[in-house]
């Protein structure tokens, strides 16, 4: 059975720093937890997560397909169909990244306080 290295992020050479990089990304993130409640289809996506441009959303889902964390099915029919799903790794996100969400909106007003009085201090 072949070793797996011990992963840190704290360490600069290592691998998983790129997966830290890609889920601490805000598309990425909003994505995720849109595919969490369904299978969409990419202006699905797009309505869902509002302010992502189309450019965007295709790179991040280019991106968590290549990690592993989005399927894309094409389905050959006229118009083509596209929808995206997470995979099983990718609803091993949804959690973290929900609680996360949920924290950010729970916390705007005391984090736009704080912001203010910082501000006031010139």
């Known amino acids: 059975m072949p070793q797996h290295p011990e992963f840190n992020v704290m360490t600069a050479t290592c691998p998983s720093r790129t997966s830290l990089a890609r889920i ?6 909003m994505v995720v937890i849109a595919l969490s409640a369904d299978t969409m289809r990419f202006r699905d996506l797009r309505t869902t997560v509002d302010g ?3 450019k965007v959303l295709t790179d991040t889902l280019r991106d968590l397909e290549r990690d592993g964390l989005v399927t ?3 389905y050959a029919e006229v118009p ?3 929808e995206y799903e997470l995979t ?4 091993t996100l ?5 609680a996360l969400s949920r924290w950010a909106e729970e916390h705007t007003d005391a984090v736009l306080a704080a912001r203010d009085q910082y501000d006031a201090r010139g």
Not at 88 to 91: A, I, K
Request: proline letters at 8%; charged letters at 25%; zero cysteines.
């Open 88 to 91: 099983v790794l990718g609803r």
């Open 24 to 29: 601490a990304n805000k598309w990425t993130a």
């Open 52 to 54: 992502i441009s189309a």
């Open 80 to 82: 083509p169909r596209v």
């Open 72 to 74: 894309r099915h094409v």
């Open 94 to 98: 949804h959690r973290p990244l929900e």
